[in-house]
């Protein structure tokens, strides 16, 4: 076993990570296991003193305030600050962190690179969706600024159904009460592809089979869902309300669109991360429309991709960890 500095893994998910500890339980490696509920830090450490800190693997999700722990989204994000600080070093820190948990910001990013993504007009509360949606082309989709796992994305196809949604107050404003009205296209072939990296570097891709109950949720990881179950290889696990499946199968990209999704990843600051695009049905244009820095990977990945990515994670994060400790 090579000497590598010692590994903090800071998660959220009490299911999600499983795979990556039993990984690095196999390897021996030094490692403790954090969970945000349980963490504290003291913020007046001196700046210089990352030489002597553990290497923090970033797993924090955004969707935690889906399930009750949306302070600790804002609470992470003051300690990876404060990690660059000090130049402590991390695995997906702060500048990924803050991509992920913004879909405003991830617009931004994919228009500097000059890549498709969806229109989209950003507004800091429900009562002025509509008039942001008279910007764009109905239908569209209301997403809250910090998502995950399709968290609170509703679609409306109508001026009219939007604005009463407005007026019941069926419209939840999410994490920080910013929303984005964004098109809606619907992905031809009912599907859409993610691709993972690693490194900044293409790692696989799946192409995901939306069936018509699906609705957001295009996790295709374990343990998505809290109703979750064990399916046949090749398909993920059970996704949302009751028996509602989502399908996946290894695809690879053309090259251009891995080149894409490499400087995504490089300009988000992505040591480990997903980026999904899709072709439309609405006029035939490809799409760039997520980047998520929280890959659990596909579940049962041998089947599905031929090798398990989580051993491609844990040489690599290491190989982070080593190099730090030289």
């Given amino acids: 076993m090579i000497q590598h500095r010692p590994i903090t893994v800071y998660y959220e998910h009490p299911q999600w990570f499983r795979p990556l500890f039993d990984e690095l339980d196999r390897r021996g490696a030094q490692f403790d296991a954090v969970n945000v509920a349980d963490h504290q830090f003291d913020p007046a450490v001196a700046a210089g003193r990352g030489d002597r800190h553990p290497l923090v693997f970033n797993r924090m999700s955004p969707s935690a305030w889906q399930r009750g722990h949306g302070p600790a989204v804002l609470y992470t994000l003051n300690y990876l600050t404060y990690l660059d600080a000090i130049g402590a070093p991390v695995f997906n820190g702060v500048e990924a962190f803050r991509v ?178 899709l072709e439309s049905d609405r006029d035939g244009q490809l799409y760039y429309y997520d980047i998520n820095a929280l890959s659990n990977f596909v579940a049962d990945p041998v089947p599905v991709l031929g090798f398990d990515p989580t051993r491609d994670l844990v040489d690599t994060l290491l190989g982070r960890a080593a190099a730090k400790a030289a």
């Avoid at 490499?262 to 999904?276: T, W």
């Fill in 100 to 277: 992920d948990i913004s879909k405003a910001l991830q617009v931004s990013l994919l228009k500097r690179l000059a890549l498709p993504v969806p229109r989209t007009v950003v507004v800091p509360q429900v009562s002025l969706l509509s008039a942001a949606a008279a910007r764009v082309a109905f239908p569209v989709v209301i997403k809250p600024n910090v998502g995950g796992s399709g968290a609170g994305i509703v679609r409306f196809d109508t001026p009219e159904t939007l604005a009463a949604a407005i007026d019941q107050g069926a419209i939840a404003s999410g994490l920080d009460g910013t929303l984005l009205v964004q098109e809606y296209h619907p992905p031809r072939t009912g599907s859409i592809v993610r691709v993972e990296t690693l490194g900044g570097r293409y790692l696989y891709g799946i192409r995901v089979h939306i069936g018509d109950d699906t609705g957001f949720n295009l996790c295709p990881a374990d343990f998505c869902r809290q109703d979750a179950g064990s399916t046949g290889p090749g398909e993920a696990p059970q996704r949302g309300q009751g028996t509602v499946q989502v399908a996946v199968e290894r695809y690879d990209p053309p090259a251009a669109i891995i080149r894409s999704v490499e400087r995504i990843a490089a300009s988000a600051g992505l040591d480990v991360g997903g980026i999904e695009y």
